[in-house]
């Protein structure tokens, strides 16, 4: 079963004459959930549940069941970042249902997990996104901003002018005691209900606004308030070559569509270079083990990146210079005044 009808199951029913299935949806609603044109604060104050298509969304749960990390059973996550899932349902005025086409992550910032309430965003405006969400649970790429846009893309013809009712649910997977994944209907979550008016001439300046919105949001999920430790404690290395200056000398001439600013490589244990070999056994190059990190300007902003470097296997045991082999960046954004 859907986990959008089981929500829809848990807000329809209001008789006392429940199904063990609808009683045990309902047993898993762990708090209140309200809806609101502009971010929540503190409470759930000017708190609404009719929008129109032009109007930014933003959601608030307060759990009843005590901090989030119990009442959601965090525990069970076992990724490095704790995370809330989020999905929604839609139901046209002619009955026609429509489903979040996958589920997103949540991600728990500032130790939101020990709290009882959470603000996140569902259709924000592009300057007070804040939300980090995911489609993926280590948040290692798919940033977006909010979860709810289906409107965006009509290939199915389910857009027209008119209200829909649009049920969002804020949940977390459970298992049970042999740790295999329960029943949809025994996962905790909260959900609620909104009334959205939706307006086709509302579709363009809602693309733009979230296409701004979701680059913001990658920005930010990267954006970090000092450098590494191992810029200013790199590895001791004996080798001149792998000296800091020089690495960004290789670098800037091999690349030299890339402003580096900085290179260096952190502590690490083992041996510095090995041999890579195809399945013959034949040598093929020679490649520094730890890869070098590097600190990159772009568009006036300062990123964090990662770059490998080999030698080449000329034969009869030589190898040729040092050069660049592989360049991951965005994977950090400093204010650049912090680079000296």
């Known amino acids: 079963m859907h986990r959008a009808i089981i929500l829809k199951l848990i807000i329809i029913t209001m008789s006392t004459n429940l199904s063990t299935q609808e009683a045990t949806a309902q047993a898993s609603q762990k708090g209140k959930m309200y809806f609101s044109n502009q971010p929540f604060s503190a409470n759930h104050n000017n708190a609404m549940n009719e929008f129109k298509s032009s109007d930014f969304i933003y959601g608030r749960i307060e759990s009843d069941k005590g901090p989030l990390k119990d009442a959601f059973t965090m525990s069970t996550i076992k990724t490095q970042h704790l995370y809330l899932l989020a999905t929604y349902h839609i139901v046209r005025d002619d009955g026609r249902e429509k489903f979040a086409s996958r589920e997103s992550y949540i991600k728990m910032t500032s130790g939101a997990e020990n709290g009882t309430s959470l603000n996140f965003d569902i259709l924000p405006a592009a300057e007070k996104a804040a939300t980090i969400i995911s489609i993926l649970e280590d948040f290692s790429a798919g940033q977006k901003a909010g979860f709810f846009d289906p409107f965006l893309n009509n290939s199915d013809y389910y857009w027209r002018n008119?209200?829909?009712?649009?049920?969002?649910?804020?949940?977390?997977?459970?298992?049970?005691?042999?740790?295999?994944?329960?029943?949809?209907?025994?996962?905790?979550?909260?959900?609620?209900?909104?009334?959205?008016?939706?307006?086709?001439?509302?579709?363009?300046?809602?693309?733009?606004?979230?296409?701004?919105?979701?680059?913001?949001?990658?920005?930010?999920?990267?954006?970090?308030?000092?450098?590494?430790?191992?810029?200013?404690?790199?590895?001791?290395i004996s080798d001149p070559e792998l000296y800091s200056a020089n690495i960004l000398a290789i670098l800037k001439r091999d690349l030299p569509s890339v402003n580096f600013i900085k290179a260096v490589i952190p502590p690490f244990d083992g041996q510095l270079k090995d041999i890579a070999k195809n399945d013959l056994d034949v040598i093929l190059y020679r490649y520094v083990r730890p890869y070098v990190r590097v600190i990159y300007k772009e568009n006036g902003k300062c990123y964090l990146g990662s770059v490998s470097l080999r030698e080449d296997y000329l034969g009869g045991g030589k190898y040729g210079p040092l050069k660049f082999n592989k360049f991951w960046g965005s994977e950090g954004l400093f204010d650049c005044s912090l680079i000296k």
Request: net charge negative; hydrophobic share 35%; glycine share 4%.
């Open 162 to 236: 008119g209200a829909y009712q649009v049920d969002i649910s804020i949940y977390l997977k459970s298992y049970n005691a042999w740790g295999q994944l329960d029943e949809i209907q025994n996962w905790p979550d909260i959900t609620g209900t909104f009334t959205f008016h939706f307006n086709e001439k509302d579709v363009a300046l809602q693309m733009k606004n979230l296409e701004t919105a979701n680059e913001l949001v990658k920005e930010n999920s990267l954006r970090m308030d000092k450098l590494p430790e191992y810029f200013s404690k790199p590895a001791k």
